[in-house]
Nanobody, 129 residues
Framework: VQLQASGGGLVQAGGSLRLSCAASGRTFSSNVMGWFRQTPGKEREFVAAISWSGSRTFYADSVKGRFTISRDDAKNTVYLQMNSLKPEDTAVYYC???????????????????????WGQGTQVTVSS
């Protein structure tokens, strides 16, 4: 089982990027998918998540209104569209998935790393001012 994140890069403030997370080895169409990010010396922080059905999405306050998470189950891929990027969005972005098909969690749990069992290798996003 592998999650492969891609789409990171260098962009100017105000620009956009779209991250992709392609899953292989099994289908994740019935699993919660999430994005986290981490900068050196800091803990990994939650960015966004999408329920297994795709009907619910969750965002960190810092990205709400700028980032959009979506999923294409036919492609076994989850996306993170990032608009109006800021220098403070600079980080390594990781995708993650839980291992409980069709599981619905309490709202607060989607923001917590403990529900995610699979993690991608990360993709670097750098936003210049």
């Amino acid at each position: 089982v592998q999650l492969q994140a891609s789409g990171g890069g260098l962009v100017q403030a105000g620009g956009s990027l779209r991250l992709s997370c392609a899953a292989s080895g099994r289908t994740f169409s019935s699993n919660v998918m999430g994005w986290f990010r981490q900068t050196p010396g800091k803990e990994r922080e939650f960015v966004a998540a999408i329920s297994w059905s795709g009907s619910r999405t969750f965002y960190a306050d810092s990205v709400k209104g700028r980032f959009t998470i979506s999923r294409d189950d036919a492609k076994n891929t989850v996306y993170l569209q990032m608009n109006s990027l800021k220098p403070e969005d600079t980080a390594v972005y990781y995708c993650a998935a839980d291992n409980n098909p069709r599981r619905t969690y309490t709202d607060g749990s989607y923001y917590r790393s403990f529900i995610y069992d699979y993690w991608g290798q990360g993709t670097q996003v750098t936003v210049s001012s």
